[in-house]
């Protein structure tokens, strides 16, 4: 069947935190289930990589300065969140596009590890959870998005895009789910 890893995308300080400089609630709300989901995949020994948006200060970017200024290297608003403690086992994997795999070492990273499977949560459903979902599709992995360990700033948005990974890209579970095939080992 292969490994799993826990892919946590983007929940940094600039999406998480009400002072940040692109906050917005969800993601607040879905904080303390991605830890959740986090601890239990800590008690099964599933591979932990944090996906960390992150501009370079300074460096023109084309796409960055598209969009409003966030994530900037050293400013702390691309550090990830203190709720999701990270442990020196863990991988975090910068990057300066929507998806995980676009630019970083994160294939090599999972392939080096035989892992097969990918839980996916964070924020952004239509940006760059869906483009990580898409490319580890293309990839061949195995793709487990969370429903309730994921958002963005339109319910509705968050919901078609949900529904159109289900249909064509990996797998849309809840938490409650995941835990039962953590604990069955079927995942």
């Not at 692109?22 to 904080?31: A, K």
């Not at 289930?33 to 932990?48: A, G, H, N």
């Not at 200024?69 to 990830?80: A, K, L």
């Not at 970083?104 to 035989?114: G, Y």
């Amino acid at each position: 069947m292969g490994k799993t890893a826990l892919l946590i995308v983007d929940m940094v300080k600039d999406f998480t935190d009400p002072d940040g400089l692109v906050f917005y609630p969800q993601n607040r709300e879905i904080l303390p289930k991605i830890k959740r989901v986090l601890d239990k995949c800590r008690e099964k020994d599933v591979l932990v990589v944090y996906l960390q948006h992150c501009n370079r200060k300074g460096k023109f970017d084309r796409k960055a300065a598209a969009m409003r200024p966030n994530c900037i290297e050293g400013s702390g608003g691309e550090e990830i969140d203190p709720m999701l403690p990270v442990e020196e086992s863990d991988y975090v994997i910068k990057k300066r596009r929507y998806s995980g795999f676009f630019a970083t070492d994160l294939d090599l990273v999972l392939r080096e590890n035989d892992v097969k499977n990918v839980i996916i949560v964070g924020t952004k459903t239509n940006c760059c959870i869906r483009a990580t979902v898409t490319d580890a599709f293309y990839l061949d992995y195995e793709g487990y998005v969370i429903s309730d360990c994921v958002a963005t700033n339109s319910e509705t948005v968050n919901r078609v895009h949900l529904e159109d990974i289900d249909k064509y890209l990996g797998h849309v579970i809840d938490s409650e789910t995941l835990f039962k095939m953590l604990d069955e080992g079927t995942l």
